[in-house]
């Protein structure tokens, strides 16, 4: 694990510590004294308390211990871990909490008691600081991936095997939860102030969640929009830049659009202001952001429309897009790199055709979020050798040094990424090279042994776009030995690759002859694009 994500993950455990404790002074300090009853396991806890005397502390643990259990069998340790430390803290806090507040009970020497800070009869101010307190606490805790446990475990295995969603399990929980209270006071009141609480906590929890969330969007009209989209692209937020034209002047004017969260509109303003301070600028808030840098799209999906699972495959050569589509059926949607916007093979810089091919999976997940599919593909001349090898795609072409990198890096991505913004159209009239890689290497094995084997990498990545480290990559080969014909099948020109001269082992026709159907069954390529979709299929 990287050291960014050490931090980040330190700072997770730091803020759901600090939620608990915060959620744990409004069960204690307002919750406790007067009675109160909210929903969940330290509901639950509270009412074992108000009749036995037993410390809430310990009824909260030993109630999710058992939850836990059952979670870790049935939604595995991954899923549990935060969970174990929410509880673990929470134990800790209550417990702690009450040593700090306690004090003698005056009608009962000898016991301690929680007193009421806020007046003897001021239930419904401890109903409504308590609900705010573990509002906030229970904000800190989801924003930073945590659970308290109890009911969101419950919730979370419901779920697994009902068509329920979890906030309505969660709610018939602490409905129950709350109403059980009567049982042991006998007073409707409490039971009211318990939906009170329950209510604010929730409107709480909404409202802290949607205000770290709320953005707004800056359109500025300035005469002078290059170094206003520098500043902003320095400060990691994203620009787009629109033409337009001034309607009284008939002048034309770059429209900025940039989106930030709503806590930093005033950095946005001071920065404009220093560069150009006659820009017309508006900013409106935004209900909803969703996309990089801000909130992820979560939507269920259509259960009565079957669903195929979309791949990036990464190129825009059709004949490889036609072999791998044949080969993953149609339990998969394929798209090529044109599909999702990009209209040029993505520059092959690495030293190894493993590297290019994570090379370019990962650029195309960092760029465009999508589980991508990339392959390269080598061909191997003993006598010559191993040429063409790694500059197989452009063996008739001067050598160009290679790269000695083959894994993802951010600068050598971004460079990437400006290439093929520059190239985009240039790409359109490039040469077709098949035809001259393939007369060059029937010169070069003139006379000499003519064995030769394919070999192709396919590389898979999945996981969060946002942050390649914590993506998941794969990698699969596929071998072919065979031979090069003498002469060419066709028009070198029209074909992928080396189809036109290369004959698999076993074969006394090139893959050109033998066409699609029968390459996909032996090729190399669809060996290791099988081992994927075998991948996959145990994946799912």
């Known amino acids: 694990m990287t050291r960014k994500l050490l931090l980040q993950e330190a700072k997770d455990y730091f803020f759901i510590a600090f939620g608990i404790f915060l959620y744990s002074f409004g069960v204690t300090l307002c919750m406790l004294p ?53 509880v673990g803290t929470m134990t800790f806090f209550l417990w702690l909490l009450q040593r700090l507040l306690e004090v003698p009970d005056p009608d009962n020497p000898g016991h301690m008691i929680l007193p009421k800070l806020m007046g003897p009869e001021a239930h419904f101010m401890a109903c409504v600081l308590g609900a705010i307190a573990e509002g906030v606490g229970l904000t800190f805790c989801f924003e930073n991936n945590g659970s308290t446990g109890g009911t969101d475990i419950i919730a979370a295995i419901v779920n697994k095997y009902r068509n329920m969603s979890l906030g309505t399990v969660i709610m018939v929980c602490d409905i129950i939860v709350i109403s059980s209270c009567y049982f042991v006071f006998h007073d409707w009141f409490r039971v009211i102030y318990g939906y009170v609480m ?97 909130d992820k799209i979560k939507v269920t999906e259509d259960k009565k429309q079957k669903k195929k699972r979309i791949l990036v495959f990464a190129s825009n050569s059709q004949h490889k897009l036609a072999e791998v589509r044949a080969i993953m059926g149609d339990q998969y949607e394929i798209r090529s790199l044109a599909d999702i916007g990009c209209h040029i093979d993505i520059p092959e810089r690495a030293s190894t055709i493993q590297g290019n091919a994570l090379l370019k999976a990962r650029f195309v997940k960092r760029y465009f979020g999508f589980d991508c599919i990339a392959d390269d593909t080598a061909l191997e001349c003993p006598a010559l050798g191993g040429l063409p090898g790694i500059h197989s795609s452009n063996y008739a072409a001067p050598t160009q040094p290679q790269s000695t990198m083959e894994t993802y890096d951010e600068e050598v991505s971004k460079e990437m990424f400006s290439i093929l913004h520059t190239q985009q159209k240039a790409a359109a009239g490039r040469q077709n090279t098949t035809a001259a890689n393939i007369a060059k290497l029937l010169s070069d094995l003139r006379g000499k042994d003519r064995s030769a084997s394919l070999h192709t990498v396919v590389a898979f990545i999945t996981g969060d776009y946002e942050d390649p480290a914590k993506c998941d990559t794969h990698t ?26 290369f004959i698999p082992q076993g074969q006394t026709k090139t893959y050109q002859e033998l066409g699609i159907d029968t390459k996909n069954h032996i090729s190399q390529r669809a060996i290791a694009v099988n081992k994927l979709k075998d991948f996959l299929e145990k994946m799912q």
């Open 198 to 294: 329950l209510v604010l906590c929730s409107v709480t929890l909404d409202y802290c969640m949607d205000r770290r969330h709320q953005s707004v969007q800056f359109l500025i009209f300035s005469r002078n929009p290059a170094p206003i989209a520098n500043a902003i692209n320095q400060t990691h937020h994203g620009v787009t830049l629109l033409e337009g034209e001034g309607w009284y002047t008939h002048t034309e004017r770059k429209v900025i659009i940039s989106i930030i969260r709503k806590r930093e509109q005033a950095m946005m303003l001071r920065m404009i202001k220093n560069i150009d301070p006659y820009a017309f600028v508006s900013m409106s808030n935004a209900s909803g952001v969703w996309g990089e840098g801000f």
């Open 476 to 501: 699969f080969d596929g071998h072919l030995d065979g031979t090069i014909a003498e002469v060419p099948y066709g028009d070198p020109a029209d074909t992928f690759f080396y189809d036109s001269v």
């Open 34 to 86: 007067y009675g109160l009853t909210s929903g969940g396991v330290s509901g639950i806890s509270a009412i074992i308390y108000y009749v036995t005397g037993f410390e809430i502390q310990y009824s909260y643990v030993i109630i999710n211990i058992c939850l836990l259990i059952a979670a870790v069998k049935v939604l595995g340790l991954k899923f549990c871990l935060k969970t174990i430390w929410g």
